[in-house]
């Protein structure tokens, strides 16, 4: 079983930066794919980005060239670093964790971009 923690959500100005964190359980984090996804009121959940075990990313369109996924294998932690944010990356951020057939959630963290 593996738990996922994140924080770092908040309020945020039109073009402001905000970084997400996203703390795992267990000894076997680094082997997991880890990513982000969101979920704005009224839509479905949505892919945001991905790092493997083996660091490599891959980001939806809507946040490529201003978001950016790393790890940190030795402090079981993924982070979602966002910049020239927008009203529309308003959502609830969630953390995923994939491995073969197990796959966990974070109870998600809510971001707001508003002036």
């Known amino acids: 079983q593996v738990q996922l923690v994140e924080s770092g959500g908040g309020l945020v100005q039109p073009g402001g930066s905000l970084k997400l964190s996203c703390a795992g359980s267990?000894?076997?984090?680094?082997?997991?794919?880890m990513g982000w996804y969101r979920q704005a009121p009224g839509n479905q959940r949505e892919f945001v980005a991905r790092?493997?075990?083996?660091?490599?990313?891959s980001y939806a369109d809507s946040v490529k060239g201003r978001f950016t996924i790393y790890r940190d294998n030795a402090k079981n932690t993924v982070y979602l670093q966002m910049s020239s944010l927008k009203p529309e990356d308003t959502a609830v951020y969630y953390c995923?964790?994939?491995?073969?057939?197990?796959?966990?959630w974070g109870q998600g963290t809510q971001v707001t971009v508003s002036s």
């Open positions: 995923n964790g994939n491995l073969g057939y197990r796959e966990y």
């Open positions: 790092v493997t075990s083996g660091d490599s990313t």
């Open positions: 267990g000894s076997a984090f680094r082997l997991y794919g």
